[in-house]
C-alpha cells in the first residue's frame, strides 16, 4: 500500500465511517496541526487520544459529515488531496446551537508522513461558503 | 483585488512572464518556505533579492516555465492553488546538464499573507512524474 493508498483508507475509515479503533494503525503518536485555520488544535501536536478528542468534536457538530477526494498527489513524505466536503449541522459548533442545515465545501489538505503514519496536516477549505451555508452571514 | 485576484495576478505576472520587477508589489519582504521537499531554500525566510534569486534559479532551468491555475480556495490569510507546470529544461538543475526534455505536472501550493502581501508558501507536487519524464527514473 503507497501512501496514497493508505491516506485514502485512512480519510475512509477514520472519517467517513467513523472508525476510532483505527485512529493508532493510521495515525502517528504525535500529530502536528501545521495550519487549519479555526481549528481549536492549530498549532499543536496532539496524541492518539487526543486526535480522537478532535474526531469527537467534528462528530458532533456534524455526524454525517464525509468528504470526497477529488484529487491526490503523493510526494515521498507528504500526500496532498483535493475535497469535497458535505454534512448537516446537527450538533452545536463550539456554543452555538444546530442549525440543522446542510453544508457543501471545497478544500485542500497537505498530509505529514512520518515512519510511514500521518503525522500532521497543513489545510485550507473554502470556511466563508460554510458560514453562509449556516445562515451566520448574508449570501 | 481580492487575496485570490491577487495570487493569481502574482502567478501571472512574477512566474509566467517572469516580471522581476514586480516582486516588491506582491511579495513580503520576509517570504517564508515552510514546505518545498527538495527546494534549495526550504525552511528559511528570504528577502526580495533572494526571492529573485529563487525565481532566476527556477528559470535557468527552465525558461519557459508556465503555470495554469487549475482551482483556487480563499481563505482570511491564505490562498490554495492547484496547478499544472509546463516547461522544457533547456538548462543546467543543479550540476545535472540540461535534457531539453519537456515536463507537464501537477502540484498543490498554499500561500500564506501578510499584511496584504505574499508571506510564504506551503507546496506538494508530482516530482517523481517530472523525474520520470527527464529520463532520472525509468517509468
Redesign the interface.
Same mark, same amino acid.
Given at each position: 500500500m503507497n501512501k496514497e493508498q493508505f491516506l485514502r483508507a485512512f480519510m475512509t475509515e477514520v472519517w467517513n465511517e467513523q472508525q476510532f479503533d483505527k485512529v493508532a494503525f493510521y495515525v502517528h503518536h504525535a500529530y502536528t496541526i501545521?495550519?487549519d #485555520?479555526a481549528d481549536p488544535w492549530e498549532g499543536q501536536t496532539l496524541s492518539h487520544e487526543a486526535f480522537k478528542e478532535r474526531l469527537r468534536f467534528s462528530f458532533n457538530s456534524f455526524p454525517d459529515m464525509h468528504f470526497d477526494i477529488t484529487?491526490a498527489?503523493?510526494?515521498?513524505?507528504?500526500?496532498?488531496i #483535493?475535497w469535497i466536503l458535505t454534512g448537516t449541522n446537527s450538533g452545536k459548533i463550539g456554543g452555538f446551537p444546530p442549525t440543522n442545515r446542510a453544508i457543501k465545501t471545497?478544500?485542500?489538505t497537505?498530509y505529514h508522513f512520518t515512519n510511514q503514519k500521518i503525522s500532521g496536516h497543513?489545510q485550507?477549505?473554502?470556511?466563508?461558503k460554510v458560514a453562509q451555508q449556516l445562515g451566520f452571514l448574508s449570501n
Open positions: 501545521h495550519l #485555520t484529487s498527489i503523493e510526494e515521498e513524505n507528504h500526500v496532498a #483535493t471545497t478544500g485542500l497537505i497543513t485550507v477549505f473554502d470556511r466563508l
